[in-house]
């Protein structure tokens, strides 16, 4: 099943490594009888670094891990030696994750680039041995640090998909066709409503060995963000889209209704998502004739652009993709 591989939140118990600590040691062997202090420092202890990885689409590879534990420093000991610092634990996330603490609900990382390293949760430092703490005044200083603590706490990873335009529209309004026609995506296609489950991506070429990236987004109906349909969770996708693609079906019984219905849903979800940059793309318009047309684009908005397109005989697509442009570009 397309949805059990797709997963796009995890919830993971996380810990980063205590630090070892400093040892309080003084010199002693068969020529010193009371030497100086000699504690070395404890080691660090392990982050937990996120790494982001373009060849991953999902967080399916994290799914089975319940707990992230990262490795204590370990103590100093004598002879001013170090401990060990904890073994790093690198977790491989595709672009777009965003680490977040489930407590506070503050995003604490976020991954963008393939190769970026963040450290989520830095291990604590290693404490100081007590040869560190030796002054003029005093010589044979016991002292020495505890490690300082690790974090620790649940934590959730999000992929937020980060496609250029992400494509917002009831079920059946012919998304799914769209993309399939401008990129080499195959995603299903079927005259039934929420044929699509989960988002896909495909890249659009433009001109010139351009490209920018379509999300093809699970159907929205009335009620969504109330959890109707397939409910929004798939609106927070939308998020990172520059632009949005309205499409509605040339056969809507009322295209402008359709439009306000989508509108309301993505407001009642996050109404920042009304500032983006949007386009309507009228689907389906083989079914049309010119004076049908005129008369949808009579009751169209005119704060946002629309194209007349058609996947099945490929009409309009080059419009969309000049008017999609201009508006990444812009
Ligand atoms: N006449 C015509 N039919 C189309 C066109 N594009 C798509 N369709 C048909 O519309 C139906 C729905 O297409 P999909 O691409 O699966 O629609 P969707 O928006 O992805 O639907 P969901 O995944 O359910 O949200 C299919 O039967 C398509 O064959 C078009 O340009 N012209
Ligand atoms: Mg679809």
């Not at 295209?255 to 793309?281: C, R």
Request: charged share 25%.
């Amino acid at each position: 099943m397309e949805k059990g591989n797709f997963v796009d939140y995890i919830r993971v118990f996380c810990k980063s490594g205590k630090g070892g600590r400093g040892a309080s040691h003084f010199l002693r062997n068969k020529l010193t009888a009371r030497g100086g202090p000699d504690g070395g420092d404890g080691g660090r202890g392990a982050h937990v670094i996120l790494r982001g990885n373009a060849q991953l689409w999902t967080l399916l590879h994290l799914r089975y891990h319940k707990n992230i534990l990262a490795e204590d420093g370990q103590g100093g000991s004598k002879s001013n030696m170090t401990g060990r610092d904890g073994k790093d634990i690198i977790i491989e996330v595709p672009l777009g994750t965003v680490a977040i603490d489930e407590e506070t609900e503050q995003i604490e990382a976020e991954v963008l680039e393939d190769g970026q390293e963040v450290i989520w949760m830095p291990g604590g430092r290693g404490g100081l041995g007590n040869a560190n703490f030796a002054t003029p005044t005093n010589q044979a200083p016991d002292h020495a640090q505890p490690g300082e603590p690790g974090e620790e706490g649940w934590k959730l990873l999000e992929l937020k998909i980060l496609a250029d335009v992400g494509m917002v529209g009831f079920p059946n309004a012919g998304k799914s066709t769209l993309l399939s026609v401008l990129s080499a995506a195959k995603p299903k296609i079927a005259d039934y409503a929420f044929t699509t489950l989960v988002p896909q991506l495909g890249m659009v070429a433009y001109r010139d060995n351009k490209s920018f990236a379509l999300a093809d987004l699970p159907g929205i109906i009335e009620g969504a963000a109330e959890g109707r349909g397939l409910g929004h969770r798939f609106l927070r996708h939308i998020e990172r889209n520059s632009v949005l693609l309205f499409v509605i079906p040339s056969d809507s019984p009322d295209l402008a209704k359709e439009l306000q219905i989508l509108s309301h849903e993505l407001e009642e979800y996050n109404p920042e998502l009304l500032d983006k940059k949007a386009l309507i793309a009228v689907s389906k318009s083989d079914l049309l004739d010119a004076e049908l047309q005129e008369a949808i684009r009579e009751t169209l908005p005119t704060n946002i652009p629309h194209v007349f397109i058609s996947a099945a005989t490929q009409t309009g697509l080059q419009e969309l993709k000049d008017q999609l442009w201009k508006l990444l570009t812009e």
